[in-house]
């Protein structure tokens, strides 16, 4: 089971001299013409370092070669991490780092280190970790001084001048007078990051059962806001994994409290602030708990799975906002996320033109002199009045309605309604795109598309829209020409970047991705380059003691990373095991399923606990509690079945279909030049072939 530790360390005030406020974040600097300091990373190409190359720091990009330095000249090492699109990180630099006087007391005691999380976010889960032990929360920009050897002895996130002077000052004195107890502490520290990534493998299957299930939700249950969805707090984060898991839960135990719940998410959501109404697609997460104003950068990988949620939503309440959701979120990306060679960016900023949101947010008169006549239902619309203004008199478009009630209320018909809106979003469109943009995170990950390529597919599935699985074969190509060198994937892409060592969850992810197209094109390539994926995964991060996978195949850093629960991304250990479990049932492999069920049980104690951090595992448990279906396809005809069934929302289960003969278990002999047959299978047992989708439908409710 893991184990995890707040520290308390009192030898000096140092650590507790401030408090620190998570921020996240939002922005990369323009470029200056004339550069009167450059430093090691003006040779990087992340964006985000690059931001920080003409720094008086003398900054360096994060290698051993550093760490090597810092043994050999007896300095600390300074850790900092941030991402191009942290509105905080900008402001720190701003204000610290292109101090003179700072970095002078920087370069003089401390090899000083800049990280693009994006790029390592092994470092970032390392030091993240470390920083949570020392003040019990985290944040970025992530500042941490270690000791020569990596082992963290001061954690902290936004930093003043000041502060951050004082800081290093005292750190450093620390080092110098009394290095014993520094390293002590450090050594407490590291041992407390070691100790969180223990999990105790478990032989035992028999706690993968519906009770346990359930307990999980319910407790889970007294956390959600039920009025505006999302978790209580005053802070909303869009976690498309937990909705994922919730939702095909209320539909397999009909828990109609759960599947309201969901709705109310969904909704509010694509009704509020957090989702940009005028062209598309999520911001980050919600600065309030009524999803009305957002922290304004846009992430490849929450619009990545929310494309997917929204699909599987559409299929259970047939809502027509989910459907315009997923074409708005897709046009969204395909216009302004899109590489030129099929892959997609990491990010857009917050900030343009050094304010946070100025691209996105309007003021009443530039409202009412593009919109003329039409002002007036728009202001009703989207609530503009002036209880609602944001910063600057300006205002966040955000709706607290839905489209039917808002019509019949003001007595508009469909066609006038679809006739005003067409109009609104073309003229303040065409006004903002004349703004000044922000700044793009150029950078492509693989594991981020990935999750895209799941999300184009499954809004396949959903809408039928053919257009929508060219995008998801085009993502995958661009991977497999651009981030696959010698068989092994590469974290990020960018021409002429250093190619990095790919982590867990650029193969797990890309794995899951590549099955899904295996499941919706029948081309038997996905599944034996899944099947690939695979092997290669379960060599290069296999970690005996745990049972599980490491995040990254070096020993480079002060711990090892087992990397189990979710955040805005899944777990990556979850998906592997997810991935063990469905090829574990296409090949009747039961050494794979068992592996998945082992890893899943020794989880069960913190899903018990706490599922909203643990939903990915909850979804593999709905897996082995519950019955769980192969429905095979096979015959001239598959494809077109294959897609009638993808159209239905069918939780715990496999789809697959082959037409022609296969030697793959699930179709081995079922193949017949009179028909096209559907198989409907629970462990390798099957019912009696049938012709018609309606009449496996049929089976599988009675099974």
């Known amino acids: 089971m893991m184990r995890s530790y707040c520290l308390r360390f009192s030898f000096v005030n140092l650590f507790f001299m401030m408090t620190m406020i998570l921020f996240s974040c939002a922005d990369i600097k323009g470029q200056k013409n004339d550069h009167k300091y450059t430093n090691d990373l003006i040779h990087e190409t992340s964006p985000y370092l690059l931001q920080h190359a003409h720094?008086?720091?003398?900054?360096?990009?994060?290698?051993?070669?550093?760490?090597e330095d810092a043994k050999k000249e007896d300095k600390l090492v300074l850790v900092s991490v941030g991402y191009s699109s942290c509105h905080w990180c900008h402001v720190m630099e701003e204000e610290t780092f292109e101090d003179e006087e700072v970095a002078k007391l920087m370069n003089e005691n401390f090899i000083s280190i800049k990280v693009d999380r994006e790029e390592r976010p092994d470092v970032d889960h390392v030091y993240m970790t470390a920083l949570q032990l020392i003040n019990g929360n985290g944040g970025w920009p992530l500042n941490v001084i270690t000791l020569p050897n990596g082992k963290p002895i001061y954690g902290g996130t936004y930093h003043t001048k000041e502060q951050w002077s004082k800081v290093l000052s005292e750190v450093s004195k620390l080092y110098k007078e009394d290095p014993k107890k520094a390293n002590e502490y450090a050594d407490m520290v590291a041992q407390g990051i070691q100790e969180v990534n223990i999990i105790e493998p478990v032989s035992d299957l028999g706690m993968l059962t519906p009770e346990v299930l359930n307990k999980s939700v319910e407790k889970w249950k007294d956390?959600?806001?039920?009025?505006w969805g999302g978790n209580k707090g005053s802070q909303k984060f869009m976690i498309p994994v937990n909705l994922d898991f919730l939702l095909d839960y209320a539909v397999l135990t009909n828990d109609e409290s759960a599947k309201s719940f969901v709705k109310t998410t969904l909704d509010r959501m694509a009704w509020g602030g957090v989702y940009d109404h005028i062209a598309g697609g999520f911001y980050r997460y919600s600065t309030d708990a009524q999803w009305k104003v957002p922290h304004f950068e846009k992430m490849l990988y929450d619009n990545a799975q929310l494309i997917g949620l929204y699909s599987k939503a559409y299929k259970v309440f047939n809502e027509p906002l989910y459907k315009k959701v997923v074409e708005e979120t897709i046009s969204f990306l395909d216009r302004e996320m899109k590489n030129p060679d099929g892959g997609y960016y990491a990010a857009i900023d917050a900030d343009s033109e050094g304010e946070e949101g100025k691209f996105y947010v309007w003021k009443e008169e530039?409202?009412?002199s593009i919109l003329g006549s039409d002002f007036e239902l728009f202001a009703k619309y989207f609530n503009i009045k002036r209880s609602n203004i944001w910063e600057n008199d300006a205002y966040v478009l955000s709706r607290s309605t839905g489209d039917a009630e808002f019509i019949e209320e003001n007595?508009?018909?469909?066609?006038?309604w679809e006739a005003y809106q067409g109009r609104w979003q073309e003229k303040i469109l065409t006004e903002r795109n004349k703004r000044i943009r922000p700044n793009t995170d150029d950078k492509i990950i693989t594991s981020w598309n990935a999750l895209l390529i799941t999300g184009f597919v499954d809004a396949y599935n959903t809408f039928g829209k053919t257009a929508y699985l060219n995008k998801a074969e085009e993502v995958f190509r661009f991977i497999e020409k651009n981030s696959l060198d010698k068989n092994q994937l590469v974290h990020t892409f960018k021409k002429g970047s250093k190619k990095s060592d790919g982590f867990l969850e650029d193969y797990s992810f890309l794995a899951n991705a590549s099955l899904k197209l295996y499941s919706s094109t029948m081309d038997s390539t996905y599944l034996d380059f899944a099947k690939n994926l695979n092997q290669i995964a379960k060599t290069k991060f296999a970690d005996e003691n745990s049972g599980m996978y490491s995040f990254n195949s070096s020993n480079e850093l002060i711990a090892k990373i087992i990397k189990t629960d979710d955040g805005v991304l899944p777990s990556p250990n979850a998906v592997m095991a997810e991935n063990l479990l469905l090829l574990g049932h296409i090949d009747y492999d039961k050494e794979a399923t068992l592996k998945a069920r082992s890893m899943l049980s020794s989880m069960?104690?913190?899903l018990e606990e706490n599922a909203y951090n643990y939903s990915k595992w909850n979804s593999l448990l709905l897996k082995s509690a519950l019955p769980f279906y192969e429905?095979?396809?096979v015959g001239d005809d598959a494809k077109q079945l294959l897609a009638e069934l993808q159209k239905h929302n069918l939780p715990n289960t496999l789809i697959v279909g082959s037409n022609k003969s296969s030697e793959l278990p699930l179709f081995k002999g079922r193949y017949a030049d009179d028909g096209t047959f559907i198989y409907?299978?629970?462990d390798h047992t099957c019912k009696l072939p049938v012709a018609t989708t309606q009449e496996a439908l049929e089976q599988l409710k009675n099974f």
């Open 223 to 227: 956390n959600w806001d039920l009025k």
């Open 604 to 606: 069960i104690p913190v």
């Open 366 to 368: 530039e409202l009412k």
């Open 411 to 416: 007595n508009i018909s469909t066609e006038d």
């Open 680 to 682: 409907v299978c629970q």
């Open 631 to 633: 429905i095979a396809v």
């Open 55 to 67: 720094n008086p720091v003398n900054w360096r990009p994060w290698s051993p070669k550093a760490l």
